[in-house]
């Protein structure tokens, strides 16, 4: 099992900063993907970010040049800083982690997710 806890969310004004941060715990592989989701209101979740193990990158083109996705390895936490925020950007951001395993000579991915943190950008 894998636990997430993300942190960092708050209230802040348009073209502001916010910087989220997602701890793991537990049994998590060094084979890997950390990413980080968002919902809106009546929206359906979406795909902000994701930065594998190995390095690899992806963003969400509504973010690309404004959010910067990172991870620290040996403290197994991931980050997202969100620049020139938008009030597009209010959302429940949740962190997720696909942990890939080998069992029965099969890899498999397993998902897990964290409890959200609201980021509310607003005058």
């Known amino acids: 099992q894998v636990q997430l806890v993300e942190s960092g969310g708050g209230l802040v004004q348009p073209g502001g900063s916010l910087r989220l941060s997602c701890a793991a715990s537990?049994?998590?592989?060094?084979?890997?993907?950390m990413g980080w989701y968002r919902q809106a209101p009546g929206a359906q979740r979406e795909l902000v970010a994701t930065?594998?193990?190995?390095?690899?990158?992806y963003y969400a083109d509504s973010v690309k040049g404004r959010f910067t996705i990172s991870r620290d390895n040996d403290k197994n936490t991931a980050y997202l800083q969100m620049n020139s925020l938008k009030p597009e950007d209010t959302a429940v951001y949740y962190c997720?982690?696909?942990?890939?395993?080998?069992?029965?000579?099969?890899?498999?991915?397993?998902?897990?997710w964290g409890q959200g943190t609201q980021v509310t950008v607003s005058q």
């Open positions: 997720n982690a696909v942990v890939f395993r080998i069992a029965s000579g099969t890899l498999r991915g397993e998902d897990y």
């Open positions: 537990g049994s998590i592989s060094s084979n890997n993907i």
């Open positions: 930065k594998q193990s190995g390095g690899s990158t």
